[in-house]
């Protein structure tokens, strides 16, 4: 049996997996937790912590905002994709996630918490950075 058939045959819980994209989101955890590490979507939200530190090194005058930029819109992919695989009915999660293993998703309460949660954070991180980025753009950061 090799690896890969391993992997395939794991039940993926889709609570987990919604808290690790609320939670780790912008590493791109919950993207290696459902496809693996060949999952080139999971390792482009990895890259944003290394391109945030580089931008960070060849401009260390700019705006702390835009420093953090690459790591904020990864964070922000990840809220929202914390609510759509979080969202998804189980029967739809597990066609697509848990075909053979042959167990069925029930989620519960805990689910409801990390969405609730990811949709709290998520809008407010959202409405912060749309708000920085408009008074950075408008009035060259003349409120904070």
């Given at each position: 049996m090799t690896t890969a058939t391993i992997l395939q045959q794991s039940h993926k819980n889709k609570a987990f997996t919604s808290l690790l994209a609320f939670l780790l989101g912008?590493?791109?955890?919950?993207?290696?937790?459902?496809?693996?590490a060949k999952d080139r979507w999971?390792?482009?939200?990895?890259?944003?912590?290394?391109?945030?530190l580089l931008l960070r090194?060849?401009?260390?005058?700019?705006?702390w905002f835009y420093q953090i930029l690459p790591l904020t819109l990864s964070a922000l992919g990840g809220f929202l994709e914390a609510l759509v695989l979080g969202l998804m009915p189980d029967d739809k999660w597990d066609a697509r996630y848990n075909a053979a293993s042959g167990r069925a998703s029930d989620t519960g309460w805990p689910l409801a918490v990390v969405l609730v949660a990811t949709l709290m954070?998520?809008?407010?991180?959202?409405?912060a950075t749309m708000a920085r980025l408009f008074d950075l753009l408008y009035t060259g950061g003349a409120y904070g």
């Open positions: 912008c590493l791109g955890a919950h993207r290696f937790y459902l496809h693996g999971g390792w482009l939200h990895l890259a944003a912590l290394p391109a945030s090194q060849l401009f260390p005058d700019a705006d954070l998520g809008a407010g991180v959202l409405i």
